[in-house]
């Protein structure tokens, strides 16, 4: 019995990372370009598919327990369904602990392009990061 109850939780933990563990009303995704990268490994595979690829992609680098970054993740998500050219991706510091460890400040968000790093902003505000993924778009 014991064995069968630590599954069930171990299960109820896995469902609860990345987007899904945030607790915030999100709004949905209508074009499938809102990834949530949950470990190390799913990290570094959404990171090296946007290396490889051509389409410019927006990661944001939050955490579960940053004020700011709860109040900037629904605008994040929301803007995902106005630029559908782009990806967007969401990676949590503390379930990606060893892919994400240059991080420094919560929100950061990183844009790329040709797979290439080419832009970086730091902090909040929905206008600020509209303009900047039209800038990327």
């Known amino acids: 019995m014991e064995g069968s109850s ?7 933990d896995k469902a ?14 209508r074009y499938a370009n809102l990834k949530s990268a949950t470990s190390d ?7 090296a598919l946007i290396k490889s690829s051509k389409t410019p992609a927006v990661i944001n680098y939050g955490a579960s327990w940053c004020r700011v970054c709860s109040q900037i993740l629904p605008a994040f998500c929301r803007l ?13 510091i503390d379930e990606c602990p060893e892919t994400t460890q240059h991080i420094r400040y919560t929100p950061t968000f990183q844009f790329y392009r040709n797979g290439e790093k080419v832009d970086e902003m730091y ?10 993924l039209w800038l990327h778009s």
């Open 6 to 12: 630590s599954m069930v939780s171990n299960q109820h």
């Open 16 to 29: 609860k990372k990345g987007l899904e563990g945030s607790a915030l009303d999100l709004p949905i995704n």
């Open 41 to 47: 490994d799913d990290f570094t595979n959404v990171l």
């Open 80 to 92: 995902s369904n106005n630029f559908p050219k782009l990806t967007f991706v969401y990676a949590d």
């Open 123 to 132: 902090g909040t505000g929905e206008e600020r990061l509209h303009d900047r």
